[in-house]
């Protein structure tokens, strides 16, 4: 029979719009999508071109589970993934690989006079798969059966349905190992920046937990920061934290504001002209070694007003001149001030400059003293022991219950520096045992009690006496060399 030319026609504008679909699907599969979205575009793209009464694309992952399904057209309860994963026609498809056409049957509680379905499959991994059921009747006529064009169509799509998916997984792979990555880089930063040389940072209490919170939220930014607590709790551990989280690629310079003269810390800040007077060299100051870095300025609050003027000026034009010169020099510096004083009083009673408080004070960090996070101590004194102990080769004494007590009942005055130089003295000073009696010794009256309970210097020297010749084996010449007596002497004194 010779075809019509209007059903010639319709054929030709069928195969045109099939290979405009085909070209415009392979530039949509290749977006960065999620594969959800891809499936739903796979089937949206078949049905409009091939016009069918119903249809379903479904996608399994490795393990035979589903992982996207779509449909459209199908009456009252959309199909599962499991049920359409686990039906007669994904079995045949997987046997036969390719696509087929099956008449008068059912699909998950859907029947059908013709399903024409074709697997999604690429590097022979079956993905899943597309079904087309009953061909929609246009006019009056009967519905038409699927073509061997729509069959030829149908498999092209699902090629490129496959490597689409194909590639969309392994970018959602590449993306979850990019994750994977930037967690475990986070965890081993976080490992570094609780151990910076040898100093951790315990946050175990809440308020040190809030503290930690807000260093990694500033870190990243240029903001200059203000840290406050009592002497001895860590701000300078925390500034070099802020530092190591970040990103600069200069280093952190410090410089204690309280240990220096004001005739000399001007030229430790801002540097020197050579030829200032007689044999005086050029130097560069902390700003200048500072650049591209941070700049810790420990005790600002011990700056002296005319110093506060060439910061305040350094912080807002970001440049510096070095005592004796003329030439500014720009600097790329981050600031980090620290101090235990209350800034606010200093600048009432006219003591600190108010503009260069509120430089200062870009976000200001509160460190609580020890005594309001005494959860911490027997972390911090188990640090400090194993630190100690490793480094001078010696064995790790135990802590009797009451020694532990007296450690967390104690109010620190100078907090964790305080606790530091306690637990090492203690250390140095054990008969393998630290116990109350030998803290309280090394507290004096700050202790509980400790002066009825204090060891006398004859007790102290004994057990010094006993612990080096534990450091030394026994050997007593060797002893008596480190502690600067003559073998005689150790004996006298019973050893």
Avoid at 27 to 43: G, I, K
Avoid at 217 to 227: C, D, F, K, Q, S
Avoid at 339 to 368: A, S
Avoid at 451 to 476: F, M
Wanted: aromatic share 4%.
């Amino acid at each position: 029979m010779i075809a019509s030319p209007r059903s010639a026609d319709l054929a030709e504008k069928r195969r045109i719009l099939q290979l405009e679909t085909l070209y415009d699907l392979a530039l949509a599969l290749h977006a960065d999508r999620p594969e959800n979205e891809l499936v739903e575009e796979l089937l949206q793209r078949v049905c409009a071109a091939l016009d069918p009464a119903a249809a379903v694309a479904v996608t399994r992952d490795p393990y035979g589970g589903p992982r996207a399904v779509t449909s459209v057209g199908w009456s009252g309860t959309p199909p599962s993934g499991e049920a359409l994963l686990g039906s007669d026609l994904w079995r045949e498809l997987l046997a036969e690989g390719q696509p087929l056409t099956r008449r008068d049957g059912e699909l998950v509680g859907r029947s059908y006079r013709e399903v024409l379905a074709a697997p999604l499959c690429y590097r022979n991994a079956y993905l899943g798969f597309l079904a087309l059921l009953d061909k929609e009747a246009r006019g009056a006529g009967a519905a038409p059966a699927f073509s061997t064009e729509d069959r030829r169509f149908l498999d092209s799509v699902a090629v490129l349905g496959g490597v689409a998916l194909d590639g969309a997984r392994q970018l959602a792979e590449l993306e979850a190992q990019r994750q994977r990555l930037a967690e475990e880089n986070k965890a081993l930063k976080g490992e570094l920046s609780n151990e910076l040389a040898g100093e951790r940072v315990i946050a175990n209490a809440p308020a040190m937990k809030r503290v930690l919170e807000m260093v990694e939220r500033v870190a990243p930014r240029g903001i200059n920061i203000l840290i406050r607590g009592e002497s001895g709790t860590g701000k300078e551990l925390i500034a070099k934290l802020v530092h190591l989280r970040s990103g600069r690629e200069g280093p952190l310079i410090a410089l204690n504001c309280a240990a220096l003269p004001e005739s000399l810390l001007e030229s430790e800040l801002f540097g020197i002209e050579g030829g200032v007077a007689t044999g005086v060299a050029a130097r560069r100051g902390k700003f200048e070694l500072a650049d591209g870095g941070t700049l810790f300025l420990d005790e600002i609050g011990d700056l002296q007003l005319p110093l506060q003027v060439k910061l305040l000026r350094a912080l807002q034009e970001r440049e510096i001149t070095r005592v004796g010169g003329q030439q500014s020099i720009p600097v790329d510096v981050r600031v980090i001030a620290a101090t235990h004083q209350q800034l606010e009083e200093l600048v009432e009673e006219g003591r600190f400059r108010g503009d260069l408080y509120y430089r200062l004070k870009g976000v200001e960090v509160e460190l609580p003293p020890l005594r309001q996070r005494r959860q911490e101590i027997p972390h911090f004194m188990r640090h400090f022991i194993e630190r100690f102990c490793r480094r001078e080769g010696i064995p790790a004494p135990q802590i009797t219950a009451d020694a532990l007590s007296l450690l967390l009942a104690y109010d620190y005055p100078g907090n964790v520096r305080e606790l530091q130089n306690l637990v090492e003295g203690a250390v140095s000073l054990a008969d393998e045992v630290v116990d109350a009696e030998l803290l309280r010794s090394l507290m004096g009256t700050a202790g509980d009690d400790a002066s009825s309970a204090a060891l006398d210097l004859k007790t102290v020297e004994r057990r010094h006496i006993a612990r080096v010749l534990r450091l030394t084996g026994g050997n007593k010449s060797a002893a008596a060399r480190m502690l600067g007596l003559d073998r005689r002497t150790l004996q006298r004194k019973g050893f």
